[in-house]
């Protein structure tokens, strides 16, 4: 099963260089023990692109779909026996990066 591990963030600054070490160290054991899929940061929300094309003229507007406090600074893509490996998982994801991170199911 696949889980989505995504990073909460609430500010504007980017990982220290503890932090980068630690997700390096954490990166490693997910690929060692085999539940590495894909990871990856991402730009600041006011770096995002919006496009709307649900009647067929895409409307592209700079900027974040929402304007809130809170934003996805990153994602985890991971490969895990069940939920309680996923969220054993992702709370060792949360203690790397110092964020808060939610967990979604593939479907």
């Not at 997700?23 to 085999?34: Q, W």
Request: proline share 3%; glycine share 8%.
């Amino acid at each position: 099963m696949q889980y989505l591990v995504s990073v909460v963030y609430d500010a504007s600054d980017l990982a220290t260089s503890e932090e980068m070490a630690a997700i390096d160290v954490f990166n490693d054991r997910l690929r060692t023990e085999g539940h590495w899929v894909f990871a990856g940061g991402l730009g600041m929300p006011d770096t995002a692109t919006v496009i709307d094309n649900r009647d067929g003229a895409a409307i592209v507007t700079d900027g974040p779909f929402v304007e809130t406090k809170e934003y996805l600074a990153g994602f985890w893509v991971i490969e895990a026996l069940d939920l309680d490996v996923a969220l054993k998982l992702a709370a060792e994801g949360s203690r790397a990066c110092n964020r808060k991170v939610e967990v979604r199911p593939f479907r």
